[in-house]
């Protein structure tokens, strides 16, 4: 019977060296790995959610940013469309003595269709008040947009060469009291 138990006992024994030999070189360096790995990969991962976040921020400023310089670029090249228009006009009036009936015939004489339209994704062609001359009041309007595509404004051309934004109401107004004063001059 001893011999039984020590028989036993050494296997037990042997068992259980092989079990605890077995984690103590294997689970243990593994654990310590994983357990680095899991760390450095929740850093990386902290470190990348707080730079999309960061470039998140910047992002939409530098967006907004862009956004509104091109909504004013566009605004400034309808500006520069009606002062073109304008020295067309001109030009047109010392040669022919009178502005042009319309702004197809300033077309037709030389003048760039791409100016006769607002530039702005929404914006329409320019309209043209005909029967008017440089040494006319310099308040008339010339040439106008009713499309508010700037920021809900419009651009007018004045026969001084002066260009305005207004609302549409306004543009209409100024249009209608150059209409009323060509009547009265004729």
Known sequence: MINRTKK?????????KSISAQRGSVDVGKLIGIVISLIVLGLIGLGIAWIVKSMGEAGSQYTGAMVNTKRRAVALQCQMNLSNIRQNLR????????????????????????LLRCPAPDGGEYLYI????????????????????????????????????????????????????????R
């Open 130 to 185: 005909p029967g008017q001359n440089e040494n006319m009041t310099g308040q008339n309007v010339l040439v106008y947009e009713l499309k508010a595509a700037h920021d809900g404004r419009c651009h007018l051309l004045r026969v001084n060469g002066q260009v305005d934004l207004l609302t549409p109401e306004q543009v209409q107004a100024e249009a209608n009291k150059t209409n009323i004063r060509l009547r009265e001059r």
């Open 91 to 114: 030009m047109y009036e010392i040669e022919k003595q009178s502005f042009p009936p319309s702004l197809k015939t300033l077309v037709d004489w030389g003048a760039d269709s791409q």
């Open 8 to 16: 036993s006992c050494w296997k037990l024994s042997f068992c259980q």
